[in-house]
Structure formats: C-alpha cells, structure tokens
C-alpha cells in the first residue's frame, strides 16, 4: 500500500520576510538631488535671463558646471532639507499604507489581483501627494532660487520654515498645495517614481510565497 501524506517542508525553507523600504528613497534623493535642481533651473530658463537673449544654462551637466562655478557647488543642494522631508513623508505615506489599503480593495482576501494592487498603488499615492506636496513647492522654489556671490540673485527666501510661512502669508495656504494634481498624476505615472517600489516589492513577496506553497506542495513522501 502506498501512503502519500503532506509533510514538514525541509528545513532550508525559511519563513521569508517581505522587505520595506527604510532609508532608501533618502540615500537616493541625496545622490540625485543636484541633477533634480539642474532639471528645474533649464524647465524654469527663459532665453531673457542670459546676456543679449542668450541661454544661461545648456544641458544638465553644462547646468551644474554652471551653477558650481557662479554660485558655488553648495547651490546644487539648495532646498535639501524641504526635499528629505518630502521623501520622508511621501514615502511613509505611500508605502505604509500600501497593503492596508490592497486589504480595503480585497475586502480582506488573500487573493490580490492586478486591479486591487494598481487601485492601492493609485489611492495611496495620492494621499503621500496630498501630505507631501508643500514640502516639493518649498523644495522646488528654493531650487530656483539664483543665489550669487556677494548677495547678488533673486533671494527669497532664507530658511525652509521661513519658506512655509512666506508661501502661506503672500499665497494663501492653497499655494503650498499648488501643482498637487499634476504630482499626483506624474507619480502614479512615472515607472522610476517612488510609487512603483511597492507593487515591485508585493510581486517579489508574492512571487516567493508562492514558490515557498509550491515546494511544500511537491515534498511527499511514499511509503
């Protein structure tokens, strides 16, 4: 007679951890931040800027070299501070309410489909967007801000704090919120945006559980 029964999986199948992002979105943002500030200084360029009609800035790293050169290789991290906080914020948000909501979607089952991940991945980047947004407005006006040597440029602000509340005092507070719409859609758009890292890592958790099932399933023993 042959038995065939379910038994314990082997002991090289550990339980596996699904891994959440902690720090990462911040190293990244400290490495990319200087070619972020370049890409606002040539999207807000107007030809007037330059002597005789002439483009100051010309391509990225042309922007840097320039940047470094009239205002000093620390205006390549103007707005840093409101720039981690964004980071912080968005990606707690973002990615901590992630499976909460896929559960609302789900109404609880295990059972994830395609639809629930990418209706989550779109709720809760619009809700980092709604908290994280004044953070990006201060981050990107401080961006702009031409800083020159001997108190020389457009200076506007001195402080990131002093950001927030000039912004609300002269703008009203809806002006920390401006652009939220087109952040919302480009990061639940963009396929390097923050907002793809949950649903990357909930297919990696789901493929390797799955896998995990699988091999269990296959470990019979006959007798």
């Known amino acids: ?26 190293l990244a943002d400290l490495v990319t931040f200087p070619l972020d500030t370049a890409k606002v200084r040539l999207q807000g360029e107007s030809k007037s800027f330059g002597s005789h009609g002439a483009v100051r800035y010309k391509g990225v790293f042309g922007t840097i070299g320039t940047m470094v050169r009239t205002e000093g290789p620390r205006s390549l991290y103007s707005g840093l501070v409101a720039g981690l906080q964004r980071q912080m914020s968005f990606a707690s948000v973002r990615i901590g309410l992630y ?78 919120w401006k652009g939220g719409l087109c952040e919302a859609s480009s990061s639940n758009r963009s396929p390097s945006s923050p907002s793809r890292l949950p649903s990357l890592l909930d297919l990696l958790w789901s493929t390797k559980k799955k896998k995990k099932e699988e091999e269990e399933e296959e470990y019979i023993i006959f007798i």
């Open 1 to 26: 007679m042959v038995v065939i029964r379910q038994a314990d999986p082997p002991h090289h199948l550990a339980p596996t951890i699904p891994v959440k992002p902690g720090p990462q979105p911040v």
């Open 99 to 176: 499976d909460s909501m896929k559960q609302v979607y789900t109404r609880g089952s295990d059972n994830v489909g395609i639809g629930a991940r990418i209706l989550a991945g779109c709720t809760t980047g619009a809700m980092a967007v709604a908290v994280a947004q004044p953070t990006d407005v201060v981050k990107v006006r401080f961006q702009a801000q031409v800083r020159l040597p001997g108190g020389g440029g457009a200076k506007r602000y001195n402080s990131t704090f002093e950001a927030y509340r000039t912004i609300a005092r002269d703008e009203g507070i809806r002006g920390l």
